[in-house]
């Protein structure tokens, strides 16, 4: 791989957008990272429709598309473009690069690759870190339940016994009698 086609695979990660429940990059996005125009991309696509079934590739809606320009300041462009952006799965993505057929293309779609799996590490790492939390939160549950047993066991010691209960010790009926003299 050339120094110069290097593309970070943060940078690409910064690309991947949450749209229907899917990973996706946008065509814009994507033409970028392969060297080509957002045009050549789009052909290439129409031209081998069959390879991008739905799975690996969507058009995005009109609301969609305004969310997109709303939240993703680097895709501003796309607000005054017509026509709706395509979105391509990490497959799509993969198959976008093998019809371009151009040398950029097949060697960023490696930091494409690289990028999805990388987001699926975190995101399963954090699947992972929720279901230990929760864990943690139901054993302080348990652990509270317990505390305030002990709680309430130590209140009812401290209370004054119910009723009259004979005094402890012993009483002098002498009254001649004299303690600690001698």
Do not use: W
């Amino acid at each position: 791989m050339t120094n110069s086609m290097a593309v970070p695979v943060e940078r690409v990660e910064r690309t991947i957008l949450l749209i229907r429940t899917q990973k996706v990059i946008l065509d814009a996005d994507l033409s970028k990272l392969y060297g080509v125009t957002t045009k050549r991309l789009n052909e290439q696509v129409k031209r081998n429709r069959g390879r991008f079934p739905e799975d690996f590739m969507f058009q995005l809606t009109t609301e969609e598309k305004a969310e997109v320009v709303a939240n993703c300041d680097h895709l501003s462009q796309l607000k005054f473009s017509p026509a709706l952006p395509y979105a391509f799965t990490e497959h799509g993505a993969i198959m976008a690069a093998s019809v371009l057929n151009t040398q950029r293309a097949i060697e960023a779609s490696i930091f494409v690759v690289r990028a999805f799996v990388k987001l699926r590490e975190v995101l399963a790492t954090h699947k992972e870190l929720t279901r230990k939390l929760a864990e943690l939160e139901r054993h302080l549950q348990d652990h509270d339940e317990q505390i305030q047993a002990i709680f309430e066991a130590v209140h009812q010691l401290m209370q004054p016994p119910e009723g009259s209960r004979k005094k402890i010790g012993f009483v002098v009926k002498d009254p001649r009698a004299a303690y600690g003299e001698t």
